[in-house]
């Protein structure tokens, strides 16, 4: 369900939890990226996109990179960090969005813009 609500990360997470099965959108390789970048891209050139990746609980010894997880707690092995991404800019930015390109970021979770770009969110069904 790609969701065109203008909101932040947290509060994309609780509507895609109030559906039976789904959480914000978990990319577990290429070809799921591929297709959701696309589709993404369908909606809007303009839009970026929260994505159930984060690391809310990484110390600070771990920033920028580690203990990044999806929102079910599983690691991932797959990743399409843009260049320089993540960053921990200013040491607040522990969520993932997916740019319009396709590549992701690293952002302030509670951002619902940044600079001319509105963030809204994609969840997908999971298995019970």
């Given at each position: 369900m790609f969701c065109e609500q203008?909101?932040?990360?947290?509060?994309?997470?609780?509507?895609?939890?109030?559906?039976p099965n789904y959480l914000l959108v978990m990319l577990n390789d290429a070809t799921e990226q591929?297709?959701?970048?696309?589709?993404?891209?369908?909606y809007s050139s303009t839009h970026w996109?929260?994505?159930?990746?984060?690391?809310?609980?990484?110390?600070?010894?771990?920033?920028?990179?580690?203990?990044?997880?999806?929102i079910d707690g599983s690691s991932s092995g797959y990743s399409n960090w843009d260049v320089g991404q993540?960053?921990?800019?200013?040491?607040?930015?522990?969520?993932?969005?997916l740019h319009t390109d396709g590549t992701w970021n690293a952002l302030d979770c509670s951002l619902s813009e940044w600079s001319e770009y509105r963030m809204y969110y994609i969840c997908e069904a999971s298995t019970p």
């Open positions: 203008v909101v932040n990360w947290f509060d994309a997470e609780q509507p895609c939890q109030n559906q591929t297709w959701l970048a696309s589709t993404a891209q369908s996109w929260w994505i159930g990746y984060h690391h809310q609980n990484a110390s600070l010894d771990n920033e920028p990179n580690g203990n990044w997880q999806w993540p960053d921990d800019w200013l040491q607040v930015e522990d969520c993932g969005q």
